[in-house]
């Protein structure tokens, strides 16, 4: 199959190695123009340790050229990335044509819902708790290291009727991996990356603002881990009023990353001495701030004061963050300030999950 991939990142060199070992034909375009040159000019794609792969990926001029003839969609950009890659690819849509976000932030789905909508366009929106993989794409602009593909992944549709043809199409491309959940929402409360990198950048700032080259999971010690789960508690509670039920912070890290049960620093460290422990950021200019403080923190702390579970964890590390980076980080949401959410009750916000927008 054809498949599109908006973004050329990490993430996204990693999934088109993926589906071109497999048989796939995956088409990379960079909406911000800065990535995937030398794949263009012929460079072969070469991906290594979780995956092995070289070969031929094509790349997009532009997002019409990537979405038109595509058999399906995926986005794997960072959520800053999301609206401006969902503007430029909602005109060139069609119906019945998936698209996957992966991994869903911020009610995004919702947003490209809502687009489609106004041009009367049906079509699956896959969402994911999380992504396929873990990856680090390589200098020269043509390589990726993958560290990580996941044994499972949780996904939801909208319309949450579509749910098994979402999930036949992702085994399809992907294998038996994919864990139904119960609607967006639901994988909405299921996203841990926002939690998880707040404690580590929070307790380990200073390291990513001198560059220092330093073992992620051997950095989550157990005042990290205690802080990550107790942002997990809060998440937990909101998911709970809602009436879903989603994994918690450690069931996350033991499915996700094959170690055994036990605190988030336990696990953290044994990845460390495993040497998947990952490396932290080398710069205060991360996504652990730029995108999951304004994407998935404040979305979190939406959701708990409309159920009235205010998560006063998640408030602080906005607060505290955007103090040290002396800029509003909420502020930089571009998608929530679209949908009202804030004007609707629980039960409403439960409905325009699991229908989303129509014509």
Request: net charge negative.
């Amino acid at each position: 199959m054809r498949i599109g991939i908006l973004g050329a990142g990490s993430i996204a060199y990693g999934m088109a190695a993926f589906l071109a070992k497999a048989g796939h034909e995956p088409v990379l375009w960079s909406p911000s123009g800065a990535h995937g040159g030398p794949l263009a000019s012929g460079t072969p794609l070469t991906a290594s340790r979780a995956i092995e792969f070289s070969g031929k990926v094509a790349v997009a001029t532009d997002c019409s050229a990537a979405v038109a003839d595509a058999d399906a969609v995926i986005l794997a950009l960072p959520a800053n990335g999301h609206r401006m890659a969902f503007d430029a690819a909602a005109p060139h849509l069609k119906s019945g044509q998936p698209v996957i976000i992966s991994s869903h932030s911020s009610f995004g789905a919702l947003y490209l819902s809502r687009l489609l909508a106004e041009r009367g366009v049906s079509l699956p929106i896959i969402v994911w708790g999380t992504t396929l993989l873990t990856a680090r794409q390589q200098g020269d602009g043509a390589s990726v290291h993958v560290n990580t593909v996941r044994q499972k992944v949780d996904f939801a549709t909208v319309p949450k009727s579509a749910a098994k043809e979402g999930k036949t199409f992702c085994t399809e491309l992907f294998g038996d991996r994919f864990v139904e959940r119960d609607g967006l929402l639901a994988i909405s409360l299921s996203n841990l990356n926002p939690q998880n990198h707040l404690g580590i950048a929070l307790l380990n700032l200073t390291r990513m603002e001198k560059g220092e080259n330093w073992g992620q999971g051997e950095h989550v010690t157990p005042a990290v881990g205690q802080l990550i789960e107790a942002l997990d508690g809060e998440r937990l509670k909101i998911a709970e009023s809602f009436g879903l039920s989603v994994k918690t912070v450690r069931e996350h890290f033991s499915l996700s990353f094959h170690v055994p049960l036990g605190s988030v620093s336990e696990m953290n460290q044994q990845m460390h001495l495993e040497g998947r422990g990952g490396q932290g950021p080398a710069s205060a200019e991360s996504r652990y701030i730029y995108e999951d403080v304004p994407f998935g923190l404040v979305p979190t702390s939406l959701l708990g004061r409309i159920s009235g579970h205010p998560a006063l964890l998640h408030d602080a590390g906005t607060s505290l963050f955007s103090a040290a980076m002396n800029h509003d980080l909420a502020s930089d949401n571009d998608l929530l300030p679209e949908l009202g959410l804030e004007n609707m009750s629980p039960d409403e916000i439960r409905a325009i999950c699991d229908t989303g927008f129509t014509a």
